[in-house]
């Protein structure tokens, strides 16, 4: 099982990006799908998550700003993030639970099996 992270990149505020995690070895829509983010000096937390069965949920800073997806044809999942602040600035990862979550543990990064190696954010003021 491989993801791989990609789209990251350097945006003025207000700006969007679109991450893309592409997945090798199982369908995606097999799996419950995790963005973490993090940014210097401080711990990684949950961005977005999309379970199997589609439903999603969001930590509140990025609430309304950002829309996590999945193409289950392309095997991909995507977060959408627009209005980006800069307090958006962060290494973004995309992760993969082997089981189904129950809702609470969607935030958990521990419930999280399989990680991308993670894409660069950079938001400017």
């Known amino acids: 099982v491989q993801l791989q992270a990609s789209g990251g990149g350097w945006v003025q505020g207000g700006g969007s990006l679109r991450l893309s995690c592409s997945a090798s070895?199982?369908?995606?829509?097999?799996?419950?799908m995790g963005w973490f983010r993090h940014a210097p000096g401080k711990e990684r937390e949950f961005v977005a998550g999309?379970?199997?069965?589609?439903?999603?949920r969001y930590a509140e800073s990025v609430k309304g700003r950002f829309t996590i997806s999945r193409d289950n044809a392309k095997n991909m999942v995507y977060l959408q993030m627009n209005s980006l602040k800069p307090e958006d600035t962060a290494v973004y990862y995309c992760?993969?639970?082997?089981?189904?979550?129950?809702?609470?543990?969607?935030?958990?990064?521990?419930?999280?099996?399989?990680w991308g190696q993670g894409t660069q954010v950079t938001v400017s003021s």
């Open positions: 070895g199982r369908a995606v829509r097999r799996w419950d």
């Open positions: 992760a993969a639970a082997a089981s189904n979550l129950i809702s609470s543990s969607v935030t958990q990064s521990a419930a999280y099996d399989y």
């Open positions: 999309i379970r199997q069965r589609g439903d999603t």
